[in-house]
């Protein structure tokens, strides 16, 4: 059955190659993305730029599209910074916090009215944001915030456990994007961006029948 399904960050790594799987299976797909040129075009797919780090860019969006009967809804959209403690600022803090956390919050409260009641948000975190997983440094700033995510996925799950939609994350290790790479240059992840896709398209339209206001770790590394 085709769905609505709204991806964040979907212009590369991840949250493309989900635009991109979901497309191909019918969905009707907004990918929302700062940078949307590699989505320009694809059959299935309205491409938005947004920047989810500025207030007054998440707004001119919804002044602008009007968005009805969301199935799923994706926050992929993440920002990593590796730097050591010492090094990260307060800017830095901001910056990364703007996407990772206040962005997500901000987008998803304002689509929020527009989600089905069966509908299901997926938030994406990391294993570095779930307490007593392996920690690495230069990832303060990004881990934290990933915990937020954690978090802030639970109490909204709580807040409409009566009315729906579902609220879940999913904690994800390495995966081999762009971003990643960026950030840890030569280190080779055991997943690819289209593995994780794959998964995270089935758990978004499935994964609210079983579970709500839960993080699951999706990680090939032990423990």
Do not use: C, W
Not at 9 to 35: C, D
Not at 73 to 79: D, H, M, P, R, T
């Amino acid at each position: 059955m085709k769905k609505k399904i709204i991806i964040t960050g979907a212009g590369r790594g991840i949250g493309k190659a989900t635009a991109i799987l979901a497309a191909s299976q019918g969905h009707e797909v907004l990918a929302i993305s700062r940078n949307i040129e590699s989505l320009i075009g694809i059959k299935n797919i309205q491409a938005y730029s947004v920047d989810l780090s500025n207030q007054n860019s998440i707004a001119s969006f919804f002044n602008e599209v009007k968005i009805t009967g969301v199935d799923a809804l994706i926050n992929n959209a993440g920002k990593l910074e590796n730097i050591p403690f010492t090094d990260t600022s307060f800017d830095v803090f901001e910056s990364v916090f703007k996407v990772n956390v206040f962005g997500l919050a901000e987008f998803t409260r304002q689509l929020l009215p527009h989600i089905k009641t069966s509908g299901h948000v997926v938030n994406i975190s990391s294993m570095g944001g779930v307490q007593g997983s392996s920690k690495f440094p230069g990832l303060a700033a990004y881990s934290s915030s990933k915990g937020a995510v954690i978090t802030l996925t639970e109490l909204l799950a709580e807040e409409y456990k009566e009315t729906g939609p579902s609220f879940n994350a999913l904690a994800f290790g390495a995966v081999q994007t762009e971003m990643l790479e960026e950030a840890f240059p030569g280190y080779k992840a055991p997943l690819t961006a289209e593995q994780m896709g794959s998964y995270l398209l089935n758990f978004a339209l499935t994964g609210h029948e079983v579970y709500n206001g839960k993080t699951l770790p999706v990680s090939s590394g032990t423990p």
